[in-house]
């Protein structure tokens, strides 16, 4: 994409048709590596979108005009981060809002800390590896291409974590259930 | 369906349906809601200490490609967050070890942009005039669309517009095909041109986007304020950017010559001596005599033979895949989920059927494979594409 180079420094300028060349030229690219990272999805429109707007707000900043290819794939990753951050949320729709067990945040006392991080610790280092890769947004399918296994082992690994968290979780599920102000 | 613990906690996703089944379980089973809430509770404390622990995703793309983009790719406040993150990543990495497989990721996913990067430039580069291959789907797209549309281009053919006449002080520049030969020319501009056989290409003094064409033609222009002039046998044709084939047939018995313009991309009009304008759009053919134009809509593939390209646009993979295994007397096995999808693409005949093949995987997001024993392609679905 060498012949882009005068169109960039144009659009740089304002001017709106060299941009669209840009853009248009970029579409495809980006099409072409978000199918090939989450599949054939309707989100794959609108990383593409994001992406095309990142790199029409951010030309500026855009120091070597031969450079594009760094320049789009850096917004193109960053996009598709942002994406797998973003895919936690359903679960918790299994519980109304008032009824969701309440977790005290950050500011949680370190005897809350404790609880949950003994029953964390009695995980092989593999299994809480691969709970932190689900719980950060990759799908178990994506895990299993990350650590060269199967989806199948995959799940099986985190049922078996999960099991093994059960005794250590129950005291700590009894305290978040109990109210704030009581002292255990 | 009933749901048990291991169930739920093996779903990548939940549908409206899935949620109103697992509610209705958990009231059903005071032990399913229990192991339910030990699950989110360990979800959402894990969540915590990522948000805690791991830089931001941001960072994290810094971090993994820090040797692979140089300084000035970065802005001055993402270079600086960068050598931050370094000095910390490390602990982090060994107090999580699922950020050392992340940023691996993105490295593959840096690999992944690439090779999309690649395709398309291959099919776009100085010496083919191939187009990246797009397998359409536009709904939300309106930014591309808005430059689609500012890409559309006016192609005027008339008749009896002052030929541009060799100027004897300048230069002339030829450059010309015999039977049996075809080629690509680069011209300055950046702009691709395909010669047909017992064709020439000429322009006079320091290149300024105008040329002589004897014979046919496939243009692929750059877009540029600029009009690009090609002054054929029976009038000029004005380009700003688009990609078309120009066709002449000689004079017939009366000694009236005809002009074929069949358009690929962007957008034409047409106007001849004595005869109203009339516009082309994209797979369109304009059909420009001395009596008139005639304007219809045409199959590109098979008008635009002779610039031995294969054009496609929005046309259904199984007429694509139809088109190559009967020019190349091939056989490609084209998995089902593709049979419909529409693709938009045109590729130089010479690449071969493997690279062809290849660039439309990429973008198809499908894997190529090739029976070593048969010869036969096969065109599957990726293992990542039913995610």
């Not at chain 2, 808005?146 to 004897?168: D, K, R, Y």
């Not at chain 2, 243009?219 to 002039?229: I, N, Q």
């Amino acid at each position: 994409m060498q012949s882009l180079v005068p169109h960039i420094e144009k659009a740089k300028k304002g001017d709106q048709a060299a941009l669209s060349i840009i853009l248009t030229k970029l579409e495809p690219v980006l099409r072409a590596f978000f199918i090939s990272r989450i599949g054939r999805r309707p989100d794959v429109d609108d990383l593409v979108q994001n992406t095309l707007l990142r790199v029409h707000r951010g030309l500026s900043d855009l120091k070597d005009d031969t450079r594009l290819k760094a320049f789009a794939m850096k917004g193109a990753i960053y996009e598709l981060q942002d994406f797998y951050r973003g895919r936690y949320k359903p679960k918790e729709t299994l519980f109304d809002s008032d009824e969701t067990p309440e977790i005290h945040s950050l500011d949680a006392s370190a005897e809350e800390q404790m609880d949950v991080e003994y029953a964390l610790s009695s995980l092989s280092p593999h299994a809480r590896e691969i709970i932190e890769l689900r719980e950060y947004g990759y799908k178990y399918e994506e895990i299993a291409d990350m650590v060269g296994s199967t989806e199948a082992a995959i799940k099986m690994q985190v049922k078996r974590a999960f099991e093994r968290m059960k005794d250590a979780l129950m005291a700590f599920l009894l305290w978040i259930a109990i109210p704030a102000t009581f002292s255990r | 369906m009933s749901y048990s613990i291991e169930d739920i906690v093996g779903l990548d996703s939940f549908s409206a349906d899935d949620v109103a089944a697992i509610k209705a379980a958990m009231l059903a089973d005071e032990s399913l809601r229990l192991a339910v809430s030990r699950w989110i509770a360990v979800s959402k404390w894990v969540r915590l200490s990522i948000e805690n622990d791991f830089p931001s995703s941001q960072v994290l793309v810094r971090f993994a490609l820090r040797e692979q983009l140089s300084e000035s790719d970065w802005t001055s406040q993402e270079w600086a967050s960068l050598k931050q993150a370094e000095s910390v990543m490390a602990d982090a990495i060994a107090n999580h070890a699922s950020l050392a497989r992340i940023i691996s990721r993105i490295q593959n996913d840096a690999q992944a942009f690439d090779q999309a990067w690649n395709a398309s430039v291959d099919s776009i580069q100085a010496g083919t005039i191939d187009r990246a291959p797009v397998a359409r789907r536009f709904s939300g797209m309106r930014l591309v669309r808005t430059a689609l549309s500012a890409a559309a281009v006016v192609v005027v053919i008339a008749f009896g517009i002052n030929q541009l006449t060799p100027n004897a002080t300048l230069p002339h520049h030829v450059i010309e095909y015999a039977a049996g030969e075809s080629n690509h020319v680069v011209l300055e501009d950046g702009s691709t041109v395909r010669l047909a056989e017992n064709s020439s290409l000429s322009w006079d003094g320091d290149f300024s986007r105008t040329v002589s064409l004897s014979g046919s033609a496939f243009f692929d222009v750059d877009a540029s304020s600029e009009p690009f002039f090609v002054e054929t046998e029976v009038g000029v044709t004005t380009v700003l950017g688009t990609s078309f084939g120009i066709q002449t047939i000689p004079a017939d018995e009366n000694g009236n010559p005809t002009v074929k313009v069949t358009l690929v991309s962007g957008r034409v009009s047409l106007s001849g001596q004595g005869s109203a304008s009339k516009v082309l759009a994209p797979g369109e053919q304009g059909i420009i005599t001395r009596s008139g134009i005639t304007v219809a809509p045409v199959n590109l593939t098979e008008s635009l033979t002779w610039t031995e390209f294969l054009v496609f646009r929005d046309t259904p993979m199984k007429e694509v895949v139809a088109e190559l295994q009967r020019r190349f007397e091939i056989k490609i096995i084209l998995d089902k989920h593709f049979t419909d999808t529409p693709l938009t693409g045109t590729f130089d005949q010479d690449r071969g059927a493997k690279e062809i093949l290849n660039i439309m995987a990429t973008a198809l997001g499908a894997q190529l494979s090739v029976d070593a024993q048969t010869g036969t392609f096969s065109l599957e679905r990726s293992e990542s594409a039913g995610l």
